[in-house]
């Protein structure tokens, strides 16, 4: 079983569409994670979630809309995408917001025409 | 803010050489220090981790060093293998628990 699972794996739409991406762990974990990472492999955290709660809002248009339905799904929406927004976007977990280790998921590659 | 400097890819090496790969840090206090790697087509995993000065992380033969004088967490493999070839991220975790991450370090290993 894969601990922390993306869908979809790729994502090919047109500008101005609204999208989805969502994620699952069976971990049991507490804490949730969304990063973006960019066409030259920059990694960088967007949201996070702790028992539903969210916790961390970077500096993030509000076309992101996070959405914890319970303790082990996060998804995550994209209203009116943007051509900047194509990227690579992981989730990940850890047991409690301030654990030291994070288990990513493999990813959801988004290209925005 | 907190931030990782990694040096810059791709690093090419021939199967059995010894790799390193540069890591410094900006940060206020003694941040935890991590390495992850991306296999290709992957998500990140853990490779190793250091929790305080002078602890040395290490799994698969890889090793870092937490050294707080030159901030520095230096990723070291004494023979790489084909199989070591993918993106080597250094990361830090700030004082609101978030990972910052280097911007990684692809690593070819040729046979």
């Known amino acids: 079983d894969t601990a922390v699972s993306q869908t979809p794996k790729y994502l090919v739409t047109q500008m101005g569409n609204d999208k989805s991406i969502k994620c699952e762990q069976n971990?049991?974990?507490?804490?949730m994670y969304w990063y973006k990472q960019d066409s030259k492999k920059f990694l960088k955290i967007m949201f996070s979630y702790n028992n539903k709660e969210l916790i961390i809002n970077e500096t993030v248009p509000n076309r992101f809309s996070p959405k914890s339905p319970d303790k082990a799904h996060l998804n995550l929406h994209i209203n009116s995408l943007e051509l900047g927004d194509s990227a690579v976007y992981f989730c990940?977990?850890?047991?409690?917001?301030?654990?030291?280790?994070?288990?990513f998921g493999p990813g959801t590659r988004l290209l925005v025409l | 803010g907190d931030s990782v400097t990694q040096m810059e890819g791709p690093v090419t090496l021939s199967e059995e050489a010894f790799l390193t790969i540069n890591c410094t840090y900006t940060a206020t206090g003694y941040p935890s220090l991590f390495w992850y790697v991306q296999y290709p087509g992957e998500g990140l995993q853990l490779l190793l981790k250091?929790?305080?000065?002078?602890d040395k992380g290490s799994n698969k033969g890889f090793e870092a060093t937490y050294r707080k004088e030159t901030t520095s967490f230096h990723l070291e493999k004494g023979s790489v293998q084909v199989s070591d070839s993918a993106v080597y991220f250094c990361a830090l975790m700030d004082s609101s628990y978030k990972l910052i991450f280097g911007s990684g370090t692809r690593l070819l290993v040729r046979p």
């Open positions: 990940a977990s850890s047991q409690g917001a301030q654990a030291e280790t994070q288990y």
């Open positions: 250091a929790t305080k000065a002078d």
């Open positions: 971990l049991g974990h507490d804490t």
